[in-house]
Nanobody, 123 residues
Framework: VQLQASGGGLVQAGGSLKLACAAS????????IGWFRQAPGMDRDFVAA????????DYADSAKGRFTITRDNAKNTVYLQMDSLKPEDTAVYYC?????????????????WGQGTQVTVSS
């Protein structure tokens, strides 16, 4: 499975960005894809995850009400719409694939990773 993340950039606090994760490989549409983020010197944190069908979604508390994860299996792409961004959202954002039909918030359970895209929110 290969993943390509894009859409990061520099935005002012309160602004929005939409990240995209393009996936390729066998049966990627059947399993969970998650978004994680990592700030310098910090652990890699869970942001959101979506099931293969899109009917099961989970968010970190920090993302609830501000971020929306969706997927378009016809395009093999998962999106993360981020609104009301805060400076503390600044991080490298990664998408990851997990060969499972069960959600997980642990980055250690995801086996394929994109290269990351930088999100910087200025105050």
């Amino acid at each position: 499975v290969q993943l390509q993340a894009s859409g990061g950039g520099l935005v002012q606090a309160g602004g929005s960005l939409k990240l995209a994760c393009a996936a390729s490989g066998r049966t990627t549409a059947r399993y969970y894809i998650g978004w994680f983020r990592q700030a310098p010197g910090m652990d890699r944190d869970f942001v959101a995850a979506i099931s293969g069908s899109g009917d099961s979604i989970d968010y970190a508390d920090s993302a609830k009400g501000r971020f929306t994860i969706t997927r378009d299996n016809a395009k093999n792409t998962v999106y993360l719409q981020m609104d009301s961004l805060k400076p503390e959202d600044t991080a490298v954002y990664y998408c990851a694939h997990r060969f499972s039909t069960r959600v997980s918030k642990s980055w250690k359970t995801y086996s394929s990773w994109g290269q990351g895209t930088q999100v910087t929110v200025s105050s």
